[in-house]
Nanobody, 121 residues
Framework: QVQLVESGGGLVQAGGSLRLSCAAS????????MGWFRQAPGKERDFVAA????????YYADSVKGRFTISRDNAKNTVYLQMNNLKPEDTALHFC??????????????WGQGTQVTVSS
């Protein structure tokens, strides 16, 4: 299996930026499609972005298109989420996900513990 640890969350003002990182250990990251999800209090976990094993394809939720960019560095066993022009509605606990078969909103065999992103108005 693979273990995932997120970092990079924090408190920012609306319009600011954050870069989240997801570091993997165990099985090589290249074996998995990777993604980011988020969950606000009282709401279900929502898909944010995903990237295929060798970065041939990327996928984004409509709410973040044009603002967020997912990328990966398989040599460093790390996936990133660059978050620009943050809005208060982006406030949520953000999770990293890994899946050997699926890429996109349905993925999620393995999960990290999450990193909190809070955006003030």
């Amino acid at each position: 299996q693979v273990q995932l640890v997120e970092s990079g969350g924090g408190l920012v003002q609306a319009g600011g930026s954050l870069r989240l990182s997801c570091a993997a250990s165990g099985r090589t990251l290249k074996s998995y499609h990777m993604g980011w999800f988020r969950q606000a209090p009282g709401k279900e976990r929502d898909f944010v972005a995903a990237i295929s094993r060798s970065a041939e394809s990327t996928y984004y939720a409509d709410s973040v298109k044009g603002r967020f960019t997912i990328s990966r560095d398989n040599a460093k066993n790390t996936v990133y989420l660059q978050m620009n022009n943050l809005k208060p509605e982006d406030t949520a606990l953000h999770f990293c996900a890994a899946d050997a078969r699926r890429v996109g909103a349905a993925m999620g065999t393995y999960w990290g513990q999450g990193t909190q992103v809070t955006v003030s108005s």
